[in-house]
């Protein structure tokens, strides 16, 4: 039988056909391991995100009793991050001091990743970690306020850490104890916005009273608000509506600017309050209630010890 001797001998081609065999097998193998591996990173990576939310949440959630109470600041890291699943303990909550003493905390959670191609290799787990960081400073910047101002003066605000606990008022007569007749017709109402001149309509003086003021609102020179529309029926519907709720309340600096019949109100801070009452009638006005630590949004102080510090502060991540 004539055989070209271009075409290998049966010998060699099965030699060939078992060489494609195991590099296929080698491929198959190559390409599930890769799977795998992918897999496995795929649950890391799901798990650290979920660490770090985690981690994140209970840092700021800590932070709201900061720097007035550490050991709080740390229960509440703690709780808030094992109501998650994440098995934290004290020992992984620390407090430091940033721009005041005890303004920051430091969450760090710890927990294994389970494994599932990377276990034919021996490892059950890995360990998977994050740290998050929260400071509590003075507002720069405050978003959702109320129209009303308060006096720096005012007798609760004078307490060491401000603002005393016991039962307050608001007197919205400042402008008239004051003797101020320039500007008659203002007392303690503002223009939440910065620049503006006082024409407020009745309608979004109202809206700011009951929900707030839903911009930012930096510290600086503000308009006052005719006062009459104390005693307008939109605004003490607003009024009556936050009754029993806190509020977040300007709080102004005298003595009182005039341009022409507007009070001009120089902001330098900014005070919680709870309103248990108020009243009003013609050209007077009280609001009753208590003064309040308030967490705000808003953005915090630029520069530490800018601003005098009346008990609302702003919590923000540093890491």
């Known amino acids: 039988m004539f055989v070209s001797s271009s075409t290998p001998p049966p010998s060699r081609l099965r030699e060939q056909r078992g060489q494609v065999i195991v590099l296929v097998a080698v491929a198959m193998l190559s390409i599930l391991g890769m799977a795998g591996l992918v897999i496995d990173v795929g649950v890391w990576y799901h798990q650290q995100r979920a660490e770090q939310a985690t981690a994140d949440a209970a840092a700021l959630a800590g932070a709201q009793a900061l ?28 407090i430091s001091t940033d721009r005041v003493p005890d303004d920051t905390i430091a969450v760090h959670v710890d927990k294994p990743a389970p494994t599932f191609f990377t276990k034919l290799f021996g490892l059950d787990s890995i360990p998977i970690n994050a740290r998050a960081a929260a400071r509590s400073d003075t507002v720069g910047s405050a978003d959702y306020v109320a129209p009303i101002a308060v006096s720096s ?17 608001i007197d919205l007569l400042d402008l008239k104890q004051k003797g101020s007749s320039d500007a008659a017709g203002n007392f303690s109402l503002l223009d939440l916005r910065i620049g503006a001149n006082g024409a407020v309509g ?13 911009q930012d609102m930096p510290l600086g020179i503000y308009t006052g608000v005719p006062g009459a529309k104390f005693n307008g029926s939109l605004f ?18 005298p003595p009182i600017k005039q341009s022409g019949s507007n009070a001009q109100f120089n902001i330098i801070g900014w005070v919680g309050f709870k309103i248990s009452s108020w009243s009003g009638q013609g050209n007077s006005g009280k609001v009753f209630g208590t003064f309040t630590r308030y967490i705000a949004q808003g953005i915090q102080a ?13 919590i923000q991540l540093v890491q």
Do not use: I, K
Request: net charge negative; hydrophobic share 35%.
């Open 67 to 94: 720097p007035d109470d550490p050991s709080t600041a740390v229960e509440l890291a703690v709780q808030y991050a094992n109501e998650n699943g994440a098995g934290l303990t004290a020992s992984d909550v620390t």
């Open 153 to 169: 003066q005012n007798p609760m605000l004078q307490c060491t850490p401000p603002p005393c606990p016991d039962p307050a008022e």
């Open 202 to 214: 009745d309608s979004m003086l109202a809206d700011w009273m009951q929900n707030g003021y839903d």
């Open 236 to 253: 003490d519907a607003a009024l009556q509506a936050r009754v029993g709720s806190e509020v977040l309340f300007p709080v102004y600096n």
């Open 302 to 314: 630029s520069t530490p010890g800018s601003q005098p510090d009346f008990g609302a502060r702003a």
